[in-house]
């Protein structure tokens, strides 16, 4: 396994075990013929990126916050990432970061949030991902908008993101219910 593929950041997050899991997780998959794998708090989809490809059949990202949600199923379709990107940059372009983090706040505070553009919302997820460090993902921050996102044009990865995440399966649920 080479470098993880991490398409959401967190403070906390698990990259680290995409690398002890995923090859234990593949060779149960392959010794007893299981064909689906579902990320089942999909967060970053840390394991779900750095699957090997072809060892499920089908594989299922699952996540309570509809912003994610949106985020990977765009992720999963190329014409839907490029789409994504041209958002991204758009809001970048065009927006003063308080500006951009005001938006974003808006959009997640949203009693509305599934009726909004997903695109819009998809791209919130990204902002909000790269854009905060504290644990309720509600506190923007500009410094760590130009150090995550600006200077590393970090949008640009999501093609990488892409490759890997194709014809995953998208669900908004409650894990327990």
Do not use: H
């Not at 912003?67 to 839907?80: P, Q, T, V």
């Amino acid at each position: 396994m080479g470098k993880i593929l991490s398409p959401l950041i967190s403070s906390g997050g698990k990259a680290w075990a995409a690398q002890i899991y995923n090859p234990i997780v593949e060779e149960c998959a392959k010794k007893y013929n299981l064909s689906i794998y579902i990320e089942g708090t999909g967060a970053g989809a840390r394991n779900l990126s750095n699957m090997e490809r072809g060892v499920f059949k089908k594989r299922i990202y699952n996540e309570w916050d509809y912003d994610y949600c949106c985020y990977f199923a765009m992720l999963s379709n190329l014409e839907e990432t490029q789409l994504l990107i041209r958002i991204i940059k758009y809001l970048i372009y065009n927006n003063e970061p308080k500006e951009l983090f005001e938006l974003c706040k808006q959009v997640i505070e949203s009693d509305e949030i599934k009726s909004l553009d997903r695109g819009l919302v998809a791209a919130v997820a990204f902002f909000r991902s790269f854009s905060t460090f504290r644990a309720n993902r509600k506190q923007f921050y500009e410094g760590i908008l130009t150090k995550n996102i600006l200077k590393p044009r970090r949008y640009l990865k999501l093609l990488d993101y892409n490759k890997e995440l194709q014809g995953i399966t998208v669900t908004n649920t409650d894990c327990f219910n």
